[in-house]
């Protein structure tokens, strides 16, 4: 299987776009997978991707239409199916998103689920916050994270 890296750069946020085969297996904040410059391809599909971050960005799009594949445990994979049913421009907590995996005392196996989300902004593990409001943990860091939240509130 044929591995494509392409970047996208939004303001401050750099996106690094992993494509496996025909579909789109991560989307990270540069600074978590090093990818030297030559190894860029602007395949159709990394094209398609970066055509819609940029409606996302600006307020265009809540949804994406490209595929993509995940890698994980059966938990993992529940935890980000239910991360998809938060609507854009919403945010729920850590408990309350293990309640919805059905475990209402799996909130750090839920943490650890977000953690392990590959498709950062796609899967929007950064809609969920801490019990209080407050924001928590994410691996673009909280600055993008709290970025993508504004944004969302903004166009919804």
Known sequence: ???YFGLYKFKDIELIIVQDGDAVSGIYAAGDEVVKEENYTETELIKTVKEQLDEYFTGQRQVFDFPVVTSGTEFQKRVWEELKQIPYGETISYSELAERCGSSKACRAVGQANNRNRL????PCHRVVGKNGDLTGYAGGLAVKK???ELEKKYS
């Open 1 to 3: 299987m044929n591995r």
């Open 120 to 123: 950062m902004i796609i899967i």
């Open 147 to 149: 970025l993508l939240l």
